[in-house]
């Protein structure tokens, strides 16, 4: 094992179904914004944020837990125009937890 690195294992892994209208992405530009997930933890992982329909230049660039029940996500906007993202859509969000053999991790 090479110093520094911490490994554990994954306690458990989710799916949630997220119903989110995201506020307007400026052109050419990202943004983060935040949304309400109820159950996610600040030692949370987001493995993957799915949008439902496809919207020429939009992309999601990343995403995090940002608080407890509070997801961010960064909308990437690659257009010479404002987006906003289609209102009121269902997000699949996949999550996992790691275990409490990580440092400074509480499960």
């Known amino acids: 094992m090479s110093s520094g690195i911490i490994t554990g294992n994954i306690a458990s892994f989710g799916v949630a179904s997220v119903t989110l209208s995201p506020a307007q992405v400026a052109a050419n530009t990202t943004a983060e914004q935040t ?7 600040t030692s949370d992982v987001i493995v993957e944020v799915s949008k439902p329909t ?23 906007n690659a257009t010479a125009g404002a987006i906003t993202p289609t209102a009121s859509e269902t997000y699949q969000v996949v999550w996992c937890r790691p275990d409490a053999t990580l440092a400074g991790v509480s499960p």
């Open 35 to 41: 949304f309400t997930v109820p159950g996610l933890r």
């Open 54 to 76: 496809q919207q020429a230049g939009l992309a999601i660039g990343g995403s995090r837990v940002s608080a407890a029940n509070t997801m961010a996500v960064t909308f990437i």
